[in-house]
């Protein structure tokens, strides 16, 4: 079973705060399953946009994961605000989180990338 977007968003913030970092929920959606974009600041002022992954990025067995695709890779702010003005016409139930992070490491599951096989969520770490 998949977390609601709701509370995967506030455990995101509430980890990368953890960290000693800074994040906000920018945008809320539907509470229950809207889809779930980050937006990382870096100090030069450009941003990383990460997007929910396409299905073909899943495995079998990931029915209840989260996983996402670097949609923009250190793109000027503007880049980003349009790309998720696109998104939010497409899809108006969208959840933003904006983070100011150096590392999104640990924090969420990047499609792709080797994941750790830690036997639970990434958010959910002991």
């Given at each position: 079973?998949?977390?609601?977007?709701?509370?995967?968003?506030?455990?995101?913030?509430?980890?990368?705060?953890?960290?000693?970092?800074?994040?906000?929920?920018?945008?809320?959606?539907?509470?229950?399953?809207?889809?779930?974009?980050?937006?990382q600041s870096w100090r030069?002022?450009?941003?990383?946009?990460?997007?929910?992954?396409?299905?073909?990025?899943?495995?079998?067995?990931?029915?209840?994961?989260?996983?996402?695709e670097r949609r923009l890779d250190r793109q000027p702010r503007e880049a980003v605000s349009d790309a998720l003005a696109r998104e939010i016409r497409f899809d108006p139930d969208l959840w933003i989180v904006a983070l100011e992070t150096e590392a999104i490491d640990g924090l969420v599951q990047i499609g792709g990338e080797e994941r750790e096989d830690d036997g639970g969520h990434p958010l959910f770490r002991r």
């Amino acid at each position: 079973m998949r977390l609601k977007t709701e509370i995967f968003a506030a455990a995101l913030v509430r980890n990368v705060f953890a960290r000693g970092d800074f994040a906000a929920i920018e945008r809320k959606g539907a509470a229950e399953g809207g889809a779930l974009f980050i937006r990382q600041s870096w100090r030069d002022g450009s941003e990383t946009l990460y997007a929910p992954a396409p299905q073909s990025f899943f495995d079998a067995d990931d029915s209840g994961s989260r996983l996402f695709e670097r949609r923009l890779d250190r793109q000027p702010r503007e880049a980003v605000s349009d790309a998720l003005a696109r998104e939010i016409r497409f899809d108006p139930d969208l959840w933003i989180v904006a983070l100011e992070t150096e590392a999104i490491d640990g924090l969420v599951q990047i499609g792709g990338e080797e994941r750790e096989d830690d036997g639970g969520h990434p958010l959910f770490r002991r």
